[in-house]
């Protein structure tokens, strides 16, 4: 995928230019390049901006470099980042290492920007109580914990307000096992007022019979979520809660820590409490909550604050190391697509989410999906076969939604509503079933197949259809014979008719009414009947013209599919799928066959010569010549009988030269004798 590099002079920089996925592109890969970043023609980058969120990038490090924090990294602010680290280090090649630790010695203290990172590096160390002539990203990370502990510390020294725990040590579990029965509890109040209001419905209130009856055959345990759903205790008049005895077995762990916390504390030795004790105890939980959130609140805003005013003092020494690290990377993915383009495992393209397996494939090209809807209105100008999937994962209970590059191989099975399994960069694995495919061709290999494929899905179902239909109708007409049937027995004759009259007859067939219809399909046959014979003519003339025969049937069914697909596969470009995804391409991103084939990865099985005692018993060799010899000479035969060349069609009729000497010659025109001359002279004698 990548050219002989050209080197190219304009405007005073002599910049190095390859072939990359098709396209001409900058190259960046020594320090004087990115010194010289500021004079790059605009129109020359791959990317023009791209965003912070939902790239596998470190967001910590764009945030730092989305200076006008937009939620977008254009061109503008990677040139500055290049021309400020310019100034803070001594060799800008140092870059190219993609070290987090960096040596004091690497940075130009001469400059005001050097300066003030080796200011802040050495105050970082200082506070960690560390000696070292060096900083690196975890000294950064760890001190920027230990601050805001710090700051936490301080906030609540100062600011405590004199608030008792209702339930000391242990109120935190106190307000989980409230909250827990809380909607439960209430709920058998409410039932309790009704039973008030009328005695008469306590049954109706209270768990039904017919509802244990229905899961009283199943294994209990595993309808815990059923029994649930019932009531917590059966309803009381006086609305007295029990403290322990008739609580829903569902129920009982949750009630019982709640009686452990609370009622143990607040109601020792009482067997049952009303709702007015019931609501003191929720007022209780309820205030303990508000000034939780309302101190977290505040000290979570004052951290906040502390940590903005103190990261202006640590931002320079922590947007060095995490540049150092991750610039590099940043203009493999913005100046051009190096990253993508190589295909190796450590440097994928920041916008690969990661692979997705299904249908006996592997498709690497996956990318993650802000806006669906955007995406599925525009990606059909890629040109490529893409698989629009909703992803799970409830181990950590998040959704997302992917699109994934079909490059290589068949359609097989899928469809819409397949499920397959998605791994993200990291290695974890979420459940993916795909919502939507944008059909484009994937190989010329499979546009030669697609006609025939399509039109034996549409034959599969027509037939299908009609044999629905046709089973419909014959169990319509069943039902309604046999409904008319026994109404004719209970029937009496009409009003008027004589008992027993017959129905009235039906008009008589008029053959001169069809004779049109005839005459049409009988012109239609004599048409088809010439089409074969001239075709059949055209076959027997030479040996070869059957194979000039088949490939022009072969060409004229594949060959748009296949034209159409040539052509698209060339222009297989990847920047409008990025382009829905926040991207600003301003560059094609092409994916040509050869580079296709290595992002779907097929399966592949040895030859294995087994026995399989389940297969099914395979027609012998020789079988199968008989019957495809039988099918030939039955097609052979039928061509010649229709063009009129089998053996006794030709001597059945009379030769040529038969015909000639059979016919009489025709008889010789009648001598006419010719008057005589009579003289003038004579004539006037």
């Known amino acids: 995928m990548v050219k002989k590099k050209t080197p190219l002079s304009k405007d005073g920089y002599?910049?190095?230019?390859?072939?990359v996925g098709g396209v001409t592109r900058v190259n960046i890969e020594t320090g004087d390049d990115i010194a010289h970043l500021h004079e790059l023609d605009q129109k020359l980058w791959t990317v023009l901006s791209c965003p912070v969120h939902g790239l596998e990038f470190d967001e910590r490090t764009l945030s730092m470099i989305d200076t006008d924090k937009d939620g977008k990294i254009r061109v503008g602010e990677v040139v500055a980042v290049a021309q400020w680290l310019g100034k803070v280090l001594k060799k800008i090649d140092l870059l190219y290492e993609r070290k987090d630790t960096i040596a004091f010695a690497e940075v130009n203290a001469?400059?005001?920007?050097?300066?003030?990172?080796?200011d802040s590096a050495r105050l970082i160390l200082e506070k960690l109580g560390l000696k070292k002539e060096e900083i690196s990203l975890a000294d950064v990370v760890e001190y920027l914990a230990i601050y805001e502990e710090k700051c936490k510390a301080e906030y609540t020294a100062q600011n405590a307000e004199p608030f008792t725990p209702p339930y000391g040590d242990l109120s935190d579990d106190a307000e989980a096992a409230v909250n827990a029965i809380r909607a439960k509890v209430a709920d058998w109040f409410m039932r309790c007022k009704l039973v008030q209001f009328d005695e008469d419905a306590t049954s109706v209130l209270d768990v039904q019979v017919d509802q244990i009856a229905a899961i009283s055959g199943n294994n209990l345990v595993e309808s815990t979520d059923t029994i649930s759903t019932y009531p917590l205790l059966r309803p009381r008049k006086d609305a007295l809660l029990p403290v322990e005895g008739g609580i829903n077995p569902a129920w009982q762990d949750a009630f019982s820590k709640v009686k452990t916390l609370v009622f143990d504390v607040d109601f020792a030795g009482k067997e049952s409490i009303g709702e007015d004790e019931w609501n003191g105890v929720l007022a209780k939980i309820d205030a303990y909550t508000a000034w939780k959130t309302a101190g977290e609140t505040a000290m979570n805003?004052?951290?906040?604050?502390?940590?903005?005013?103190h990261s202006a003092a640590i931002e320079p020494v922590e947007k060095m190391v995490r540049c150092c690290r991750d610039y590099i990377k940043l203009l493999h993915n913005f100046v051009?697509?190096?990253?993508?383009?190589s295909r190796k495992p450590e440097s994928e393209a920041v916008f690969q989410a990661g692979k997705l397996y299904i249908d006996q494939r592997c498709c690497e090209l996956c990318v993650k999906v802000?806006?669906?809807?955007?995406?599925?209105?525009?990606?059909?100008?890629?040109?490529?076969?893409?698989?629009?999937?909703h992803c799970v994962s409830k181990v950590q209970g998040k959704e997302m939604d992917i699109v994934a590059a079909i490059t290589d191989g068949e359609t097989g099975d899928l469809k819409e509503g397949k499920n397959a399994v998605f791994y993200d960069r990291m290695g974890r694995d979420w459940d993916a079933t795909v919502t939507k495919i944008i059909d484009n061709p994937i190989s010329v290999r499979q546009a030669f197949w697609s006609p025939y494929r399509k039109f034996g899905n549409w034959v599969t179902d027509k037939i299908t259809k009609s044999a629905s239909e046709k089973e419909s109708k014959q169990f319509d007409e069943m039902t309604s014979k046999a409904d008319t049937a026994t109404t004719n027995l209970t029937a009496k004759p009409a009003e008027g008719a004589p008992e027993g009259a017959a129905a009235?007859?039906?008009a008589p067939f008029d053959i001169a009414k069809f004779a049109g219809i005839f005459a049409a399909i009988g012109l239609a046959f004599g048409a088809i009947g010439a089409a074969l014979g001239m075709l059949g003519s055209f076959v027997v003339a030479k040996w070869y013209n059957v194979i000039l025969l088949v490939a022009a049937v072969i060409i004229l069914i594949s060959g748009p599919s296949m034209l159409l697909a040539w052509i698209k596969l060339r222009k297989?470009?990847?920047g409008p799928v990025l382009n829905a995804n926040g991207w600003a391409i301003n560059s094609r991103v092409l994916v040509n066959t050869t580079f296709g084939a290595t992002l779907t990865s097929m399966a592949h099985y040895p030859k294995l010569v087994t026995k399989d005692p389940f297969a099914e018993k395979k027609t012998p060799w020789w079988v199968k010549c008989f019957w495809w010899l039988l099918a030939l000479a039955v097609i052979a035969f039928g061509v010649l009988y229709f063009t009129h060349n089998l053996p006794w069609q030709k001597t059945s009729e009379p030769a040529a030269a038969e015909v000639v000497d059979s016919i009489a010659p025709a008889p010789e025109p009648m001598a006419v004798e010719e008057a005589p001359v009579v003289e003038a002279e004579t004539l006037a004698e």
Do not use: I
């Open 14 to 19: 002599a910049w190095k230019y390859s072939v």
């Open 110 to 118: 001469d400059t005001e920007e050097g300066k003030q990172v080796l």
């Open 301 to 309: 805003e004052a951290v906040a604050a502390q940590l903005a005013a």
């Open 336 to 341: 051009v697509f190096k990253d993508f383009y």
């Open 370 to 389: 802000a806006d669906m809807g955007k995406l599925t209105a525009s990606a059909g100008q890629s040109g490529m076969y893409l698989l629009c999937c």
């Open 504 to 506: 009235p007859k039906a």
């Open 572 to 574: 297989r470009n990847l």
